[in-house]
């Protein structure tokens, strides 16, 4: 029974209080108790106008973590369904905080913007889904990633025979993966070697429309491809002009056009990608074939000092080398790695 000068909370409570259904046997009275005993006490706590305020803000706090809650239940529900479809060609949040030594809870997993349709067609065309994070250039992951293969013999070297030629450089230095997820192909795509760069976007864009969305119904990733190929098909005539006038505004056209950086690699993603798929799978993509002749390569974003596209190269026991080829010139194992993000 409570004294006879003490009124019930309950008779007391506000809207408020009453919305949330707080518990009817808690007292302003025993809660100043409480709170003396640990000596927190806020004498203006329980003015009547302060109290109403946070009881509010104690309901909006618990509508937002039920919103936050329900989020990582999508999150956990989106990566499951994913690493379900992809089975080892899954390298996500757990796989990249084991092998770049990171702490779990340091890496943003954002939603995966595939869907199961698109998953499952990129299983098919022999891709794999990755997480990229942005936390380390080539030279990083040479110093790390690739010393620990090393130190497992998994490597005998970093594939890099001379670094003198790109230690001062940009894509080497301080270029990252670009956070986010994505989709790989592990060989080179068809029909984009003996191609210079300008050519294999050609490929690129068959690619698409004939493997990648060939019988699917995607209005949003179709209209936002669209965009990128319609940019690419506007420009090219401009383009083409100006690798016989102006080279080097030539070369930034390319490199800054959609369909490139949405469908290739720059440097620091290809070495991150093909040293974190090995590390997991023990497979190493891009191989030199038997007798040394055939060693593939792929044509990137990234671009160096003298005005070449740089390319990843024929990885093998000693590594995945570094090369770098004139935008207009082509090569038999130069192609693409078809490298998909939103």
Not at 116 to 142: M, P, S, Y
Not at 206 to 214: D, G, S, W
Not at 256 to 277: G, P
Not at 282 to 299: F, R, V
Request: net charge negative; aromatic share 12%.
């Amino acid at each position: 029974m409570p004294e006879q000068n003490e009124p019930q909370f309950s008779q007391h409570m506000s809207k408020a209080e009453e919305e949330i259904k707080l518990p009817t046997y808690i007292r302003r009275k025993q809660v100043r108790e409480q709170l003396e005993k640990i000596g927190k006490l806020d004498t203006t706590l329980f003015s009547q106008g302060k109290f109403e305020k946070l009881v509010l803000r104690y309901k909006a706090l618990r509508e937002e973590l039920a919103e936050l809650n329900q989020m990582f239940e999508l999150i956990d529900d989106n990566l499951k369904r994913a690493e379900k479809i992809m089975g080892t060609d899954f390298i996500g949040p757990d796989q990249i905080a084991q092998v770049l030594d990171l702490s779990p809870s340091s890496i943003e997993v954002p939603f995966i913007p595939f869907s199961g349709i698109e998953l499952e067609r990129a299983k098919e065309l022999g891709h794999f889904l990755i997480l990229r994070v942005d936390n380390f250039t080539i030279q990083d992951l040479h110093r790390g990633l690739i010393k620990k293969l090393q130190d497992e013999n998994r490597l005998f070297d970093t594939g890099v025979d001379d670094p003198e030629w790109f230690e001062d450089e940009d894509f080497y230095t301080d270029e990252k993966p670009r956070s986010g997820w994505a989709l790989v192909s592990k060989e080179l795509i068809p029909d984009s070697t003996e191609k210079d760069y300008f050519q294999q976007i050609e490929s690129i864009v068959f690619y698409l429309k004939n493997k990648v969305f060939a019988d699917m119904i995607l209005p949003v990733g179709i209209s936002y491809w669209k965009v990128a190929i319609k940019e690419y098909l506007d420009a090219k005539d401009g383009i083409k002009s100006l690798m016989f006038s102006n080279k080097r505004k030539a070369l930034e056209k390319l490199a800054s056009l959609k369909i490139n950086n949405l469908t290739r690699q720059n440097a620091a993603e290809a070495f991150y990608d093909l040293n974190i798929y090995f590390y997991f799978t023990n497979e190493m993509l891009l191989p030199q074939d038997n007798d040394g002749l055939y060693m593939p390569n792929s044509c990137v974003t990234s671009t160096n000092i003298g005005g070449n596209f740089i390319t990843v190269e024929d990885f093998d026991v000693y590594g995945c080398s570094i090369g770098y080829i004139p935008f207009n010139r082509s090569n038999k194992n130069r192609g693409v790695i078809f490298s998909r993000r939103m």
